[in-house]
T-cell receptor, first 112, second 110 residues
Framework: EPEVTQTPSHQVTQMGQEVILRCVPI?????FYWYRQILGQKVEFLVS????????KSEIFDDQFSVERPDGSNFTLKIRSTKLEDSAMYFC??????????FGSGTRLTVV | KNEVEQSPQNLTAQEGEFITINCSYS?????LHWLQQHPGGGIVSLFM???GKKKHGRLIATINIQEKHSSLHITASHPRDSAVYIC????????????FGTGTLLAVQP
C-alpha cells in the first residue's frame, strides 16, 4: 500500500536555527498538508498545498513558516527561526478526492 | 467552543470487551474520519464515512448526519487495540482541511 514518507523521524535543533522537515507524498495525490501536534494537545492544521501553491493556511502558519514542492515529489516545511514553542510532532498528509487522507509517521521536532 | 468533541477522553477495558467511542461535531460536513494514533505518534486512517455504517475487521464506525454524531466500536477488544482514537472532520476552505477532536486514549488490559 502506498505510503507518505517523512524524514527525519526526530530532529533536535537549537532555538533560532532553521529546520526543514521533509515529506514524500503519494505520487498521484493532489492535495498536500502539514499538521502539527504539541505534546498532550490535539492535532492542528498548518497549511494545505494544491496546484503548486498554498491554498489555505492557519493563523499558526506565520512568516517563519514556508512550504515548497520543489521537484514534484518532495514536499517540505521550513521553519526559519525556531522557537521553543515550535516543539511538536509535525505530520505530512496527502489525498486525492474523493479518497481519504494518508498520513506520514511524523517528525518529532525538539527545540532546545 | 470545540467544533469536534469526543467522549470519553480516557477508557480502560478488559480484553474481550465491546468498546464504544463517541464523537459529536457542530459543523456541516461531507464526511467524518476516524484515525488511530499509536504511542510513538504515527497516525493511521481507519474510516472515512459520510453516512450509515462501515466495518473493517473488529472495527465498526457509524454516523448520524442529522444528529451530527458518530461512534467507533471495537468488538472483542485486544491489548493491541490500545491507542489514541481520533475523530476528525473536514471543514472550511477549498481543501477540506481536517479539524481534529482531542482523542480518546484507550487501554485494553489482558
Amino acid at each position: 500500500e502506498p505510503e507518505v514518507t517523512q524524514t527525519p523521524s526526530h530532529q533536535v535543533t537549537q532555538m533560532g536555527q532553521e529546520v526543514i522537515l521533509r515529506c514524500v507524498p503519494i505520487s498521484n495525490h493532489l492535495y498536500f498538508y502539514w499538521y502539527r501536534q504539541i505534546l498532550g494537545q490535539k492535532v492542528e492544521f498548518l497549511v494545505s498545498f494544491y496546484n503548486n501553491e498554498i491554498s489555505e493556511k492557519s493563523e499558526i502558519f506565520d512568516d517563519q513558516f514556508s512550504v515548497e514542492r520543489p521537484d514534484g515529489s518532495n514536499f517540505t516545511l521550513k521553519i526559519r527561526s525556531t522557537k521553543l514553542e515550535d516543539s511538536a510532532m509535525y505530520f505530512c498528509a496527502s489525498r486525492i478526492p474523493p479518497g481519504g487522507y494518508t498520513f506520514g509517521s511524523g517528525t518529532r521536532l525538539t527545540v532546545v | 467552543k470545540n467544533e469536534v468533541e469526543q467522549s470519553p477522553q480516557n477508557l480502560t477495558a478488559q480484553e474481550g470487551e465491546f468498546i464504544t467511542i463517541n464523537c459529536s461535531y457542530s459543523v456541516g460536513i461531507s464526511a467524518l474520519h476516524w484515525l488511530q494514533q499509536h504511542p510513538g505518534g504515527g497516525i493511521v486512517s481507519l474510516f472515512m464515512l459520510s453516512s450509515g455504517k462501515k466495518k473493517h475487521g473488529r472495527l465498526i464506525a457509524t454516523i448520524n448526519i442529522q444528529e451530527k454524531h458518530s461512534s467507533l466500536h471495537i468488538t472483542a477488544s485486544h491489548p493491541r487495540d490500545s491507542a489514541v482514537y481520533i475523530c476528525a472532520v473536514p471543514h472550511g476552505g477549498a481543501t477540506n482541511k481536517l479539524i481534529f477532536g482531542t482523542g480518546t486514549l484507550l487501554a485494553v488490559q489482558p
